[in-house]
């Protein structure tokens, strides 16, 4: 059977590859932050923002990205002021968000069935108005995330150095978190609120294990993404899985494979780096080390002088100092 | 003394500024002309980088002013005048960077939005890396480089964008020797240029023969500002360490700035020897 010449197949392949590119284009930001569950708070507080879209009857998708952008933006302000219980106000924050959703939806007479294909998705029923939303705020996503790639990067690795240079440092956090916001709200039609997180950061930390830059790291985790989403829903088409489901399982397996060939190139690179000065040298990197030959090792009882020194003991020897090091002695 | 004065680089008058409400900086008077090299030494908590952060915008003054290039910092739109290389400990952020991007960054305060790099801007970050000596790592991932050689690409991020005005917040802190006379080596070529730099440092090292004043903080106060001082017993000398210590504990403190002198049976200080 040609699963093309099914209209919802075509449908369903549009906003997967769609997702599939601008969720890890977002989830590299937020990996480089060490925001990696933001998605994942994002998605829960999307809940109450679909469950306000089917309580009022308007489009659920208009208002999560209404609602999604407005916890976005909360969660970064928190995250600005710094506060040392920043996790837990994030905490409540996203269980808020998700037992106002249960809360609402209820309120609203609709059944679970309803929520668990926001919660997790649900491709292949997607409308052509929802494909063209989908396309329309992923391409979005996908032209910012790219575009303003050396901007994003360098208010991500350090604020301050940004600030000086110029950038509007506000902006740009602002930026991110409405970007992973509509992501969140993309994705939710594909891998479903719960599951959009992984579809952000899963494929990033595959690119990772390979990628030596940011632009590969970005690249990279972009075409892991659009790999998973479009073989979970070719999958889905053929065997009875949820597509939601088999999406985040095939970019795991992707994680899987891709971690121990990480390791063994770093592996590789530890071995090619060249050795430390040998203690020939007598500034080895940022200690000296002692010239004379030494007939003992200093010890308990060796005659010379110990003097205590931190974490070790130092030996007086003809005025100066020694320090035991290995197999030889620094002048301390 | 007029702020519009062309040859004045960054001025502060009378600057205060509080952190959590504590005082950290008291009646700041600074002023670092075209060409100068400052060296701002002085120990832990003296107040030495809130300075140079205040001077950056980093950090607001409760009271009194600050200008660069003879513009009061609000109104300042010129940051491609500056290079800042920020105290840090690593160069590393959760996903791989390359030094190459790393350094491209510096390059932002002269590029426009969703423009690709120009030539001019390729031949900057290059000369930038080559500068700090890490050409041949610039496309590894800064993970993969030592202490030293991460500072050394903070250093060149900050000259690709060739500021008129550098300012390094300890760049040399917990850098090996050899990256130390490496990277004093770079600034000798920049001052030569006639950059002013100011430099904030807990020792100089093979910076010492760069440098054409000193400023000293002490408590939040700037305690010397002149020619710079061969040795601690020199700032004795002109009385800027104050003897009358109310705590005669902390007497026995080592000053950042000062040297180690000490017969090699004394116990470091600080250290209680052990039973």
Redesign the interface.
């Known amino acids: 059977m040609n699963i093309l010449g099914h209209d919802f197949v075509v449908r369903a392949l549009l906003a997967a590859l769609f997702t599939g590119l601008a969720a890890p284009a977002v989830g590299t930001y937020l990996v480089q932050r060490r925001l990696a569950l933001m998605g994942d708070g994002i998605g829960h507080i999307a809940v109450t923002g679909v469950a306000l879209g089917l309580l009022t009857g308007t489009s659920p998708i208009l208002t999560a990205v209404i609602v999604a952008a407005l916890g976005a933006v909360l969660i970064e302000v928190i995250r600005e002021q710094g506060r040392a219980n920043g996790d837990v106000a994030l905490a409540l924050l996203f269980y808020g968000g998700i037992a106002g959703g249960v809360l609402l939806i209820g309120l609203a007479g609709q059944s679970a069935s309803t929520l668990n294909s926001y919660l997790f998705g649900s491709i292949m029923s997607i409308s052509p108005t929802d494909v063209w939303v989908t396309v329309g705020l992923a391409a979005v996503v996908v032209f910012l995330a790219v575009g303003l790639s050396p901007q994003l990067f360098t208010v991500a690795q350090d604020q301050e150095f940004a600030k000086v240079a110029g950038l509007n440092v506000r902006f740009y956090n602002v930026l991110v978190a409405v970007m992973a916001a509509v992501t969140v709200t993309v994705a939710m039609r594909t891998v479903g609120l719960l599951l959009v997180s992984a579809l952000m950061v899963v494929p990033v930390a595959t690119s990772q294990q390979l990628a030596r830059g940011f632009r590969a790291t970005l690249v990279a985790a972009m075409a892991v993404g659009t790999v998973a989403s479009l073989g979970g829903v070719l999958v889905s088409a053929y065997v009875p899985v949820a597509p939601g489901a088999t999406i985040v399982l095939i970019a795991l397996a992707g994680f899987t494979l891709a971690w121990p060939v990480g390791v063994l190139l770093r592996r590789r690179q530890r071995m090619k780096a060249p050795f430390a000065p040998t203690p020939g040298d007598l500034t080895d990197g940022d200690h000296t080390v002692v010239p004379e030959e030494h007939a003992h090792e200093h010890g308990e009882d060796c005659g010379h002088l110990a003097v205590p020194h931190g974490d070790h003991v130092d030996y007086v020897h003809d005025g100066h100092r020694h320090a035991p090091h290995g197999s030889h002695y620094d002048e301390h | 003394m007029p702020v519009n004065d062309s040859s004045v680089v960054a001025e502060i008058r009378d600057g205060n500024v509080s952190l959590g409400g504590r005082p950290v900086l008291r009646g700041i008077d600074l002023t670092v002309r075209k060409g100068e090299v400052v060296a701002l030494l002085g120990a832990n908590g003296s107040g030495k980088s809130t300075l140079v ?1 205040t001077l ?3 950090v607001p003054v409760s009271r009194g002013g600050v200008s660069l290039f003879g513009t009061p910092l609000d109104r300042f ?1 010129d ?2 005048r ?1 290079g ?1 290389v ?1 105290q ?1 400990v690593s ?1 590393t ?6 030094v ?3 350094v ?3 390059r ?2 002269r ?1 426009p ?2 423009r690709p790099l120009r030539k001019a801007d390729r031949t900057a970050i290059r000369e930038a890396i080559a500068a700090v000596g890490l050409t041949e790592r610039a ?3 800064c993970s ?1 480089l030592s202490g030293g050689q991460q500072q050394r690409a ?1 250093i060149a ?2 000259l690709a ?1 060739e500021p008129d005005l550098f ?1 390094l917040d300890e760049p040399t802190a917990g850098v ?3 990256s130390q006379q490496a990277f004093a080596d770079a600034l000798g070529r920049l001052i030569e240029k006639g950059v002013t730099i100011v430099l904030v440092a807990h020792e100089l090292g093979p910076m010492a023969e760069l440098v054409d004043r000193t400023v000293v903080m002490r408590d939040g106060r700037i305690a010397y500002d002149g020619p710079p001082l061969a040795s601690a017993q020199e700032l004795d000398l002109h009385g800027f360490v104050d003897h009358g210590y109310h705590h005669p504990e902390l007497q026995a403190r080592q000053s950042d700035h000062t040297p180690t002198v000490a017969s ?2 004394d ?2 200080t600080g ?1 209680e ?2 039973p």
């Open positions: 952060r950056m915008g980093l739109r940051w491609r500056i800042f920020p840090r160069a952020s959760g996903v791989p960077a390359s190459w991007e790393v491209s960054s510096g932002l305060s590029r939005a969703l496309q590894d991932g993969t903070l991020r900050a964008g300012v090996d020797l050899q090699p049976v116990v470091p250290r020897p052990r």
